[in-house]
């Protein structure tokens, strides 16, 4: 499929092996309700320039189903976030194939920066998208999926699985299931969200 300048294109080889030469802008703005953040930008999604670009990614069908979007999203449709007063960013800025390539003092360098934008930014939550990333990233080895008792700022941040293709731990119906429930929180009242369940 050739570029199209008004819609959806699929990168050519070349253009993916010069993608990790590429960032990935964020989608912030201040006082979103929620951010949603992956571990690091994949080839895929830099070389067309959205997040979660790839098509075998489940992030927009499983955001759908858990009810956060109207219609079914693609990558090229991320900016529409923003219109639902949620953001998208990464714990780590640079492009990689796989986040297997990350080392374990760039994934803590990049939780650092993460922790600046969300102070600047002030979403009601902050959604990291892998329990592995965030454990070693935030140096908090018996995280588990969820609410976390750590809050950034007046931020709260809540886990979710990584909705990468690649991770067969989590089906689609648990992927919707946990989406559903962390929706279900971030849509209560700021004065009665939610607390952290004993672990």
């Known amino acids: 499929m050739s570029r199209r300048p008004d819609g959806p294109w699929k990168p050519t080889r070349a253009q993916l092996l010069a993608a990790g030469r590429k960032r990935l802008p964020d989608l912030l703005r201040p006082g979103l309700d929620v951010v949603f953040c992956g571990i690091n930008p994949g080839l895929y999604s830099a070389a067309i320039g959205h997040h979660f670009g790839r098509p075998g990614n489940r992030f927009w069908p499983t955001l759908f189903a858990a009810g956060f979007t109207p219609r ?12 639902l007063n949620f953001g998208a960013t990464n714990i780590v800025p640079r492009t990689t194939a796989t986040a297997d390539e990350l080392s374990t003092d760039e994934l803590r360098r990049g939780a650092r920066s993460l922790q600046r ?3 600047e930014h002030q979403p009601r939550f902050l959604a990291v998208l892998g329990i592995t990333a965030y454990r070693v990233a935030f140096s908090q080895p018996k995280a588990t999926l969820g609410l976390q008792a750590g809050a950034i700022g007046a931020s ?10 690649l991770n067969a731990h989590h089906p689609p119906t648990l992927l919707q299931k946990l989406f559903n429930e ?3 929180a971030a849509s209560v ?4 969200e939610p607390t952290v369940r004993d672990r």
């Not at 941040?157 to 293709?165: C, E, K, Q, T, Y």
């Open 189 to 192: 009242p700021r004065a009665t």
């Open 182 to 184: 962390f929706r279900e």
């Open 156 to 165: 709260r941040v809540w886990v979710l699985p990584n909705p990468s293709g």
């Open 72 to 83: 079914l999203f693609i990558g090229f449709d991320d900016h529409e976030l923003l219109a």
């Open 117 to 119: 934008k969300v102070l």
